[in-house]
T-cell receptor, first 114, second 116 residues
Framework: AQSVTQLDSQVPVFEEAPVELRCNYSSSVSVYLFWYVQYPNQGLQLLLKYLSGSTLVKGINGFEAEFNKSQTSFHLRKPSVHISDTAEYFCAVSNTGTASKLTFGTGTRLQVTL | NAGVMQNPRHLVRRRGQEARLRCSPMKGHSHVYWYRQLPEEGLKFMVYLQKENIIDESGMPKERFSAEFPKEGPSILRIQQVVRGDSAAYFC??????????????FGNGTRLTVT
């Protein structure tokens, strides 16, 4: 069984400030890791994914995440946020055998203000 | 190229009625997944289907819920005799295959079910 923990339910931040959204996972097998963004009343959009290779993954909209196997973490970062980044962010994990069956965290609400 | 289409966007049902949620996958996608998002929670996997086959229904409640993906037409998630606890957003996702390396999930905008 797998699980994903997003410790911060809400993260307020000022525009142009850096942000980190934390994600920790647990799994007994090899995993793939994902970050999705959900804007109000919309579906989820893939930001980035880690499948293998370089542990630093770059995604859309200037986001990046780093896979840390020893700490079982996959934190999402952006050096300078914009008002339009206000949304719900979900971390997700799947095992490499059933790669499209995702286990999601409970989400982090990023609120960017002026 | 249309994305994953879900309808209706909003659905209101009284307790005891049936709810039917439809999902048309992206063109060329033959794998469909249904997820449920309860208020203040993340998405929970319900069922994974390919054309005419249920591959994994480990997340489906044992009673009242069923899903199908016929040879022709959209995938349907059916909830019989709805209860207030069924109120949630139901998301459909599709992919062309099952491997995450070349088959990321594409999500629809969801159907928000409200049971009164």
């Amino acid at each position: 069984a797998q699980s994903v923990t997003q410790l911060d339910s809400q993260v307020p931040v000022f525009e142009e400030a850096p942000v980190e959204l934390r994600c920790n996972y647990s799994s007994s097998v090899s995993v793939y890791l994902f970050w999705y963004v959900q804007y109000p009343n919309q579906g989820l959009q893939l930001l980035l994914k880690y499948l293998s290779g370089s542990t630093l993954v770059k995604g859309i909209n200037g986001f990046e995440a780093e896979f840390n196997k020893s700490q079982t973490s996959f934190h999402l970062r952006k050096p300078s946020v914009h008002i339009s980044d206000t949304a719900e962010y979900f971390c997700a994990v799947s095992n490499t055998g059933t790669a499209s069956k995702l286990t999601f965290g409970t989400g982090t609400r990023l609120q960017v203000t002026l | 190229n249309a994305g994953v289409m879900q309808n209706p966007r909003h659905l209101v049902r009284r307790r005891g009625q049936e709810a039917r949620l439809r999902c048309s996958p992206m063109k060329g996608h033959s794998h469909v997944y249904w997820y449920r998002q309860l208020p203040e929670e993340g998405l929970k996997f319900m069922v994974y289907l390919q054309k005419e086959n249920i591959i994994d229904e480990s997340g489906m409640p044992k009673e009242r819920f069923s899903a199908e993906f016929p040879k022709e037409g959209p995938s349907i998630l059916r909830i019989q005799q709805v209860v207030r606890g069924d109120s949630a957003a139901y998301f459909c996702a599709s992919s062309p295959g099952q491997g995450a390396s070349n088959s990321p999930l594409h999500f629809g905008n969801g159907t928000r079910l409200t049971v009164t």
